[in-house]
């Protein structure tokens, strides 16, 4: 069974940033794409940003260029560095593997961890 944990998600004022890892657990891995996304209360979820399993590419989405930076280490671990942080950047953050390169829907992802809390106050 593949496993997705993600944490580094916190409380904190606009201006400031956060670094949200996320580690990835399989038997078997036959993922090609690793993303972020990110829900509000009464909003759909919308991708964020995303890293091939190679790590030799990536994409943003529109909101997030400028601002944050998705990496990977050698084994298992996806990181995602956000910068300048906004109010309307609070929501669940959510780390997600799929099949589908740089796909912007979450339909299109096979597995996603549990989600960490983003709060971000003016």
């Known amino acids: 069974q593949v496993s997705l944990v993600e944490s580094g998600g916190g409380l904190v004022q606009a201006g400031e940033s956060l670094r949200l890892s996320c580690v990835v657990s399989?038997?078997?891995?036959?993922?090609?794409?690793l993303g972020w996304f990110r829900q509000a209360p009464g909003e759909e979820r919308e991708f964020v940003a995303a890293i091939s399993w190679s790590a030799r590419s990536s994409r943003y989405a529109d909101s997030m260029k400028g601002r944050s930076t998705i990496s990977k280490d050698a084994v298992n671990k996806v990181t995602l560095q956000m910068n300048s942080l906004k109010p309307e950047d609070t929501a669940v953050y959510y780390c997600a593997a799929g099949s589908a390169m740089f796909s912007l829907k979450p339909a299109d992802y096979d597995y996603w961890g549990q989600g960490t809390q983003v709060t971000v106050s003016s």
């Open positions: 399989a038997q078997t891995f036959s993922s090609t794409v």
